[in-house]
T-cell receptor
């Protein structure tokens, strides 16, 4: 099955700085890579995803890049704000694309 | 606009007790799944269903049962609770296969087994 590794486990940045979270995956057939944000006491919520036919996707201050050769993808948050503080999870398909395997999560703290 | 609804929000069980975690979605999604979340381990898949009447095991299925008699509901049953099942449980649904449809999560059930 798919194995997804996520780094770092914790990340602290100053407000206005950029934050980068990286994930690697093991199954070269994987073709869909979502990122989820989890706020305290809530379920994860999709913030951006990328499919293997593109190398980069942007949505305002959030971007995701994909390197299929190296089997890794990254989440980039620019101009961070205190409300970006949360736990972020990457994921990749498994079980013939019938489920998602999640990374272990990154706790992002944006210091005002 | 309810989305995915999980009940109860909190539950405390004694070892050996049984219970059912409820999950309902009102988006007519075919795919539903259960994950557990433990510190430092991310989200691990317990069971999933690609449609009514169809269920399959995930990464950590032992000690849990599921059924999918309707499109809307996907209950998770703990047959004989153990302290190792202390966790936060999330139900999620999506419109179809995950290749082109995001997962929608409920807000979780926090279970403590003493």
């Amino acid at each position: 099955g798919e194995n997804v590794e996520q780094h770092p486990s914790t990340l602290s940045v100053q407000e206005g700085d950029s934050a980068v979270i990286k994930c690697t995956y093991s199954d070269s057939a994987s073709n869909y890579f979502p990122w989820y944000k989890q706020e305290l006491g809530k379920g994860p919520q999709l913030i951006i995803d990328i499919r293997s036919n593109v190398g980069e996707k942007k949505d305002q201050r959030i971007a995701v890049t994909l390197n299929k050769t190296a089997k890794h993808f990254s989440l980039h948050i620019t101009e961070t704000q205190p409300e970006d503080s949360a736990v972020y999870f990457c994921a990749a398909p498994t079980r013939g694309r019938r489920a998602l395997t999640f990374g272990s999560g990154t706790r992002l703290q944006v210091q005002p | 606009n309810a989305g995915v609804t999980q009940t109860p929000k909190f539950q405390v069980l004694k070892t050996g007790q049984s219970m059912t975690l409820q999950c309902a979605q009102d988006m007519n999604h075919e795919y539903m799944s259960w994950y557990r979340q433990d510190p430092g381990m991310g989200l691990r898949l317990i069971h999933y269903s690609v449609g009514a009447g169809i269920t399959d095991q995930g990464e950590v299925p032992n000690g849990y049962n599921v059924s999918r008699s309707t499109t809307e509901d996907f209950p998770l049953r703990l047959l004989s609770a153990a302290p190792s099942q202390t966790s936060v449980y999330f139900c999620a649904s999506s419109r179809n296969t995950l290749g082109n449809s995001p997962l929608h999560f409920g807000n979780g059930t926090r279970l403590t087994v003493t």
